[in-house]
C-alpha cells in the first residue's frame, strides 16, 4: 500500500500534467471548430449576397469589381478549407489519444466547401466570360466607328470631287459660249 501511495505521489504530477494537456487539446479542438464554423458562416454570407445582387439595383457593381469579389471570395475559401483541415488533423490526433469526438458535421462541411469551390469557380469563369464579351463588343465598336469615319470621309471627298467636276463642267460651257 505504500508503494502505491508514493507510486502515485511521484506520478501525481505527471497524471494532472496530461489530464490538463488532454483538457487543452479538446479545448484547442473546440475552438477550431468554433473558428472554421464563423469562417464558414461568412463564407456563406457573402457568397449569398454576391448571388442574390440584382443588375437592376443601382448599387450593383461592374462586372470588373464582381469578378474581384469573387476572387475575394475564393481566397476566403482558400483559408477557411485550411483551417478545416487543420481541424481534421486535431480531430485524428485527438482520436488516436482516445477522445471520443463526433465530428458528423465535418463531412457535410467538406461538402459544402467543395460545392462552394465549384460555384465560386464557376461564377468566375462566366464573368471573365461576360468581360471578355464586353472587350470583344468594344473593340468591335471601335472598328466599326473607324470604318464610319473612313467612309465618311470618302463620300465627302467624292461629293466634292462631284461639285468640282459640275463647276468645271459650267466653266468650260460658259467659255465655250462666249468664245463662239
Known amino acids: 500500500m505504500k508503494q502505491v501511495v508514493s507510486w502515485l505521489n511521484q506520478n501525481s504530477i505527471f497524471i494532472f500534467v496530461c489530464l490538463y494537456s488532454s483538457s487543452d487539446e479538446r ?3 473546440d475552438q477550431q471548430n468554433e473558428c472554421v464554423q464563423e469562417l464558414y458562416q461568412h463564407l456563406e454570407n457573402g457568397f449569398t449576397k454576391q448571388k442574390h445582387l440584382s443588375p437592376n439595383d443601382s448599387n450593383y457593381p461592374s462586372n470588373d469589381r464582381r469578378l474581384e469579389e469573387y ?3 475564393l481566397n476566403h475559401l482558400d ?3 485550411n483551417n478545416f483541415k487543420e481541424l481534421i488533423r486535431m480531430q485524428r490526433l485527438l482520436t488516436s489519444k482516445g477522445h471520443r469526438i463526433d465530428f458528423r458535421s465535418g463531412n457535410e462541411l467538406s461538402t459544402n466547401l467543395k460545392n462552394f469551390d465549384e460555384q465560386i469557380h464557376n461564377e468566375i469563369e462566366r ?3 461576360i468581360i471578355q464579351t464586353e472587350s470583344d463588343f468594344h473593340h468591335l465598336e471601335k472598328e466599326l466607328d473607324s470604318y464610319l469615319q473612313v467612309s ?3 463620300l ?3 461629293q466634292h470631287h462631284q461639285d ?3 463647276i468645271y463642267q459650267v466653266w468650260f460651257s460658259i467659255w465655250i459660249l462666249s468664245n463662239q
Open 156 to 158: 465627302k471627298s467624292s
Open 152 to 154: 465618311s470621309e470618302q
Open 164 to 166: 468640282k467636276g459640275i
Open 27 to 29: 479545448n484547442q479542438f
Open 71 to 73: 476572387k475575394q471570395l
Open 79 to 81: 483559408e477557411t478549407n
Open 127 to 129: 464573368i471573365e466570360r
